[in-house]
């Protein structure tokens, strides 16, 4: 009858993940670089992985086998890791979104679904109106979290105070600040949307060029034009902000003015929206927003 293991036998179990970060016995090495963080080699163990996920067997003992260096452009180093560590203990340990984020974009090329609920789970724990940009930013740039999206719009609809003021907004994608103002039911004032949009375009305009003139605004805040509700200001809070602010041309600031005072009045280049109403949650929240420059 065999013996239970001792104490010290216990201590000194070897097991699967203990032999992947110390690097030993292994047979294949992984080169990770997405050309926008330092490269990382990672050294495994074939079998390991084959055993453990269906895409590694194929790849390392299918009809074409990988050689025994890999090569790996579409995914960031620390993603990887922590993907792997997952196949070699079976647990999921996140530090924060943005590895849990990086982690998602792995498991899901990889074809490991219950590591991409892991992901979705600690992300929707996580999120928070100071991330959420970050989180919008990464579903642009790799676009990997279409089980997210209702949650994601949600949170900054019901946020979105605090999100469009946040420090991680002036530095969003321009395609995250699209997908917030498409929303029609933020809760917030319109005034106060398009202030935000006002000073993100400001401080891209002083990122993207020396010459910070009338016309390279115009061209910054042109694309969200269409979104961004002007009718729904009144007349005095129009005149005294985005009148001002050079951010239209004149024709089209004296076409929105006109047609605040009189709808119909002038004719609205195609550009400029036409609703005017408040988006739905508009009353809920009436916080303002800081700006800057404006």
Known sequence: MAKPLSRHAKKT??????????????????????????????????MML?????????????????????RITDLHPD????????????KASFVNIQQA???????????????????????????????????????????STANLDDFID???EENAVEVLNSEAFIPASRESVMRILKNPRLKIRELDIIKRVYAW??????????????ARLQQTVRPFLPELRFLALTSLEFVEGPSSWNIMTKGETLAVLSNIIKPGSEK?????????????GAAVNKKCLRTSGG
């Open 79 to 90: 993603g990887f890791s922590t993907f792997l560590k997952y196949l070699y203990s079976r």
């Open 101 to 143: 984020l990086h982690t998602r974009t792995a498991a899901q090329k990889y074809m490991e679904s219950m590591l991409v609920e892991d992901c979705d789970t600690f992300i929707r724990k996580e999120i928070r109106p100071t991330n959420v940009c970050g989180v919008l930013d990464y579903s642009v740039k790799y676009g």
């Open 13 to 46: 179990q070897r097991d699967d993940l203990t032999f992947f970060l110390e690097g030993r016995l292994t047979d294949v090495e992984f080169l990770v670089e997405d050309g926008s963080h330092p490269p990382k080699v990672f050294k495994a163990h074939k």
């Open 50 to 70: 084959a055993i453990r996920n269906e895409v590694f067997e194929a790849m390392f003992y299918g009809n074409l086998p990988e050689k025994d260096q890999v």
């Open 268 to 280: 609205l280049p195609e550009v400029i929206c036409k609703s005017t109403e408040n988006r739905t």
């Open 154 to 156: 949600k949170h900054v």
């Open 201 to 214: 375009a400001l401080a891209h305009c002083r990122q993207e060029t020396d010459n910070n003139t009338i």
